[in-house]
């Protein structure tokens, strides 16, 4: 019976494969909002694949939004188009100058 052999590649694990550089730490966080100021995240961590999801009522100034994403050291932040210069999105900007600010269409937040 021939013994299994697993498949080889140049990657160690699925980080790699998203980004072999050592800038790979960060994540990738969605940021949704209500006229209540009430916040969603979604934050993937890109060292090793982990996924965080949390809801809250946040004040004006997002400071429990703000709070959240400094340990997630976001690269990418995804808010929906109706976000697009939202106080959310200048306060959360200004948070983190070095993250990329995207507004994926609606239908990729519904699906």
């Not at 694990?13 to 100021?37: K, T």
């Amino acid at each position: 019976m021939p013994r299994f052999q697993p498949r080889t590649n140049d990657h160690d694990d699925a980080a790699d494969m998203l980004d072999a550089s050592p800038e790979a730490d960060g994540s990738v966080c969605a940021i949704a909002e209500n006229r209540a100021y009430e916040v969603g995240v979604a934050c993937l961590r890109l060292a090793d694949l982990t996924l965080e999801v949390a809801q809250w009522c946040d004040d004006q100034a997002y400071s429990k939004t703000i709070s959240v994403l400094q340990r997630h050291e976001p690269r990418t932040l995804l808010l929906p188009p109706s976000a697009a210069d939202s106080m959310l999105e200048r306060v959360a900007a200004n948070a983190f100058p070095d993250a990329t600010v995207a507004h994926p269409n609606r239908k990729g937040w519904n699906e």
